[in-house]
């Protein structure tokens, strides 16, 4: 069956800090995306980074970077000097047969000034 | 602006009634996708349209339908509305769902309040 985990509820960081959001994946089809997605408390999902199954380089958006290892079936979402504004629900996606998204429960993120 | 609109943002109906959602997606999508968000279920994929064909089809109630018009908009319907279904309905849209590096665009989303 294909399904997205996020272990982590909450995550806690400190402002200009490094902070990694897990997100573990399961399916058999060699083809697929990975998605991370954005949702502040106003509540609109904001797309933030992408992923392809047979790309050889991890993904970069800005202060933005995935932590791609297929082997173990994850992407993990690493966000740098992390800001205020960072903090919201964060949500890892996988792209399945026909299009659409499957999503996780999400990680909800507090930066602490 | 993700291009994608959902209206109205707010709804606010009792429980038994009928509610209709309504989304454009943005200019040159064909795809269109409603997913539903509450606390204890998360972000659950409803239904998928392709150029008004039906093309997936997810944790859809049966009292829950939709339909994707000739100029692409789309709109779900809730009927026999219950306490539970009090959720933000996302629509979302997008070009080619078949490649994998393509996006979905999310509308801002109907908050859905039954009492």
């Known amino acids: 069956a294909q399904k997205i985990t996020q272990t982590q509820p909450g995550m806690f960081v400190q402002e200009k800090e490094a902070v990694t959001l897990d997100c573990t994946y399961d399916t058999s089809d060699p083809s697929y995306g990975l998605f991370w997605y954005k949702q502040p408390s106003s509540g609109e999902m904001i797309f933030l980074i992408y992923q392809g199954s047979y790309d050889q380089q991890n993904a970069t958006e800005g202060r933005y970077s995935l932590n791609f290892q297929k082997a173990r079936k994850s992407a993990n979402l690493v966000i740098s000097a992390s800001q205020l504004g960072d903090s919201a629900m964060y949500f890892c996606?996988?792209?399945?047969?026909?299009?659409?998204?499957?999503f996780g429960q999400g990680t909800e993120l507090s930066v602490k000034p | 602006d993700s291009g994608v609109t959902q209206t109205p943002k707010h709804l606010i109906t009792a429980t038994g009634q009928r509610v209709t959602l309504r989304c454009s997606p943005r200019s040159g999508d064909l795809s269109v996708y409603w997913y539903q968000q509450s606390l204890d279920q998360g972000l659950q994929f409803l239904i998928q349209y392709y150029n008004g064909e039906e093309r997936a089809k997810g944790n859809i109630l049966e009292r829950f339908s939709a339909q994707q018009f000739p100029d692409l908009h789309s709109e779900l319907n809730l009927s026999s509305l219950e306490l539970g279904d009090s959720a933000l309905y996302f629509c979302a849209s997008s070009a080619n769902p078949g490649r994998n590096n393509e996006k979905l665009f999310f509308g801002s989303g109907t908050q859905l309040s039954v009492l």
């Open positions: 996606a996988m792209k399945v047969q026909g299009g659409k998204l499957i």
